[in-house]
T-cell receptor, first 116, second 115 residues
Framework: GAGVSQTPSNKVTEKGKYVELRCDPI?????LYWYRQSLGQGPEFLIY????????DSGLPNDRFFAVRPEGSVSTLKIQRTERGDSAVYLC??????????????FGPGTRLTVL | AQKVTQAQTEISVVEKEDVTLDCVYE???????LFWYKQPPSGELVFLIR??????QNEISGRYSWNFQKSTSSFNFTITASQVVDSAVYFC????????????FGKGTKLSVKP
C-alpha cells in the first residue's frame, strides 16, 4: 500500500503567520509521530498519537505548536505566530503499534518549512 | 536520560572500500530497542534494522552488517564493498522501554562514496 504522505512538501511563510502541516499515515497504523529535523541534525521528537489522543506531547517546544488527529488517521500539526527558528523539515512517521512495541516507524518525505 | 552519539560527522570513502559507522548510546532502561535509518539526498528516512537489548547477535544483510555490544553500549554499522548509491546520511536511534515509543536519534553520519 501507499506509504506515509505529507503535504505540502514545501511551505514558505512570513514570520508571525499561522501554518498547518498535514500527515497521512499508512492505512491501519494506530501510532503516529511528529518529528522536527533542523539542518545537520537528527530528527527530534515533537508529539505522539495513539489513535485519536496525544499520548505524549512532551517534545512540543512551546504553546505555539499544536497537533490533532480527530479521527485517528490524518494528523495536522499547527504552528501559530511562526518564528524564523521554526524553519526546519517536519517529519511524520507511523507505526502499527505504540508503546512497548518492537515496530519500526515508517517516515514520510517531510514538509520543509521556511519562515522568512 | 537517553542519548545517542554518532561521533563521525562525515566520512568519505572510495567505492568498494569497507566503512564502519559508529553509534554509542546511553540509557538506564534494561529493555530498549536500537535502530538504524538511512536518509538519502531525497530526504525520506528509510528503515534499515532494529535490534532489541536482549539480542546481541550480530546481523548481516547483504553488504550491511551490524555489531551490537552491550558491554560498550555500541551498535555499529558496517558497509562492505561500498557503492555510490550508499551515499546518504545514516542515523542511529534508540527507544527505551519506558518511553511512549518516540525515537531518540543521533546527529547522523554523512557518508560520501566516490567512484
Amino acid at each position: 500500500g501507499a506509504g506515509v504522505s505529507q503535504t505540502p512538501s514545501n511551505k514558505v511563510t512570513e514570520k508571525g503567520k499561522y501554518v498547518e502541516l498535514r500527515c497521512d499515515p499508512i492505512s491501519g497504523h494506530t501510532a503516529l509521530y511528529w518529528y522536527r529535523q533542523s539542518l545537520g541534525q537528527g530528527p527530534e521528537f515533537l508529539i505522539y498519537f495513539q489513535g485519536t489522543g496525544a499520548a505524549d506531547d512532551s517534545g512540543l517546544p512551546n504553546d505555539r505548536f499544536f497537533a490533532v488527529r480527530p479521527e485517528g488517521s490524518v494528523s495536522t500539526l499547527k504552528i501559530q505566530r511562526t518564528e524564523r527558528g521554526d524553519s526546519a523539515v517536519y517529519l511524520c512517521a507511523s507505526s502499527p503499534a505504540g508503546t512497548g512495541g518492537f515496530n519500526e516507524q515508517f517516515f514520510g518525505p517531510g514538509t520543509r518549512l521556511t519562515v522568512l | 536520560a537517553q542519548k545517542v552519539t554518532q561521533a563521525q560527522t562525515e566520512i568519505s570513502v572510495v567505492e568498494k572500500e569497507d566503512v564502519t559507522l559508529d553509534c554509542v548510546y546511553e540509557t538506564r532502561d534494561t529493555t530498549y530497542y536500537l535502530f538504524w535509518y538511512k536518509q538519502p539526498p531525497s530526504g525520506e528516512l528509510v528503515f534499515l534494522i532494529r535490534r532489541n537489548s536482549f539480542d546481541e547477535q550480530n546481523e548481516i544483510s547483504g553488504r550491511y552488517s551490524w555489531n551490537f555490544q552491550k558491554s560498550t553500549s555500541s551498535f555499529n554499522f558496517t558497509i562492505t564493498a561500498s557503492q555510490v548509491v550508499d551515499s546518504a546520511v545514516y542515523f542511529c536511534a534508540l527507544r527505551g522501554r519506558g518511553s511512549q515509543g518516540n525515537l531518540i536519534f543521533g546527529k547522523g553520519t554523512k557518508l560520501s562514496v566516490k567512484p
